[in-house]
């Protein structure tokens, strides 16, 4: 199945209504106005799955979850039922999948994806969701950890809280750094930090440095029989002295397809020599295309949506980069989608 994933559309809501219903029992299903009201809220949390229709064109949505925020570290009653903008805790209300497409990991992707979405933004501290404790595995396999019985009543049956934390310092009270410094450190810990790693970092080559180029870095031929070709080599931070690995060997996509703009067209700032330039929007330009979600990647840094730069269907934009030196940008994806895109002489190839 050629799954894909999307936020839910307005106009969807009675479809997912509908496998809401098939879904739950009466007492435990929300009702059409309630997803209206989730959607309205937070279009961001409500992410559906979709299958592409049988001509290319429309979609048919197969699963979802969706979502609200809150500002406390726990679910309450009130967290389920009312929506705090600005809050750090993402209250997942409900996740399902039609009938017909379940035991086919349909709901576990998902929800990995869903989760890597949240994680990738940037905006939020944990994620909390109750479950009936027949499915606590599928949500630990998922990534969530298990907290215990929730005081939430929904339904005839006991409801148990799960949860992930997604910030370096969930519980806000003082950054990593204040937490180490208020602790006695074992000894040497200093010396240890201040020494230079020895470490041998893998030395990138640019795509300039090989005769044929592209030719060179790609596993096979372009050909219409078998598909777009990968990427032959690990892709890594093209800066020397870093070096760090993006994305494993064959984890890419080659895609010529048009080129786009990643730095404001006002801008005088000076790109670093290892970032090759880009052909003007409408031109070919060479890229790496990486599916489904940002844990494909090996290490990426995201941007928040950049003003002035909208991608090629009008939606915000997001820069990548190195997450270890924050060289960038590497590349682009819109704002809550599935395809991430590398400049091909944006990166660096262990050739």
Known sequence: MSIFYDLVSAEEL???????????PEDEAGSLEVFRYRQAQSPELFVGAYLPGPDGTGRTLIGYVCSTLSSKDTLTHESMSTHVPGGTSVCVHSVCVAPEHR???VGLNLVKEYLSRLAASGKYERVLLIAHEELRRFYEQAGLEWVGRSAVVHGARPWF???????????GNCSPLTAIANTSPPPGLWEALQRQSTRTRPTARLLTSFPRAVEEVIDAPPSPAAGSPTNKYNLLCPRLGCGSVILNGGAAKWVERASVRLEPAESTAALPSC????????????????TPNPMAFENIGFSRPVQGLSAPGGNRMKLLACAECDLGPLGWCEEGGSEFWLACNRVGYRA
């Open 103 to 105: 035991q086919k990991h």
């Open 161 to 171: 809280e799960m949860r992930r934390d997604l910030a370096v310092n969930p519980t």
């Open 275 to 290: 970032l090759g330039p880009l052909p003007e929007p409408g031109a070919t330009a060479q890229w790496w295309l990486i």
């Open 14 to 24: 009675e479809d997912a209504h509908k496998i809401e219903s098939r879904g739950y």
